[in-house]
Nanobody
Framework: QVQLVESGGGLVQAGGSLRLSCAAS????????MGWFRQAPGKEREFVAA????????NYPDSVKGRFTISRDNAKNTVYLQMNSLKPEDTAVYYC??????????WGQGTQVTVSS
């Protein structure tokens, strides 16, 4: 059974940093791209970052580019999201995602990030 468990969220002041982790279990994920999304209250879930299976390619929307860094450790089946220079508008529940193609699309339970001004 595939499981994604996020951790590392919390309350931080604007300008601060947090590092989120996503521990994956149930199978080997080293062959799949993985990503982070977020959802603020009253808004749709939005893309935050993605990383290729090898970690050699990453992608970010303009809203977080230069502030957020996604990375992965395939030996640990874990994906990370380093968030620097946080802004109040980054406040949201952050979700880890992996799409296994025909094997299904999986999400974690989410971790709350709150940035105070």
């Amino acid at each position: 059974q595939v499981q994604l468990v996020e951790s590392g969220g919390g309350l931080v002041q604007a300008g601060g940093s947090l590092r989120l982790s996503c521990a994956a279990s149930g199978r080997t994920f080293s062959s799949y791209a993985m990503g982070w999304f977020r959802q603020a209250p009253g808004k749709e879930r939005e893309f935050v970052a993605a990383i290729s299976w090898s970690g050699g390619s990453t992608n970010y929307p303009d809203s977080v580019k230069g502030r957020f860094t996604i990375s992965r450790d395939n030996a640990k089946n874990t994906v990370y999201l380093q968030m620097n220079s946080l802004k109040p508008e980054d406040t949201a529940v952050y979700y880890c995602n992996v799409n296994l193609g025909g094997g299904g699309d999986y999400w974690g339970q989410g971790t709350q990030v709150t940035v105070s001004s």
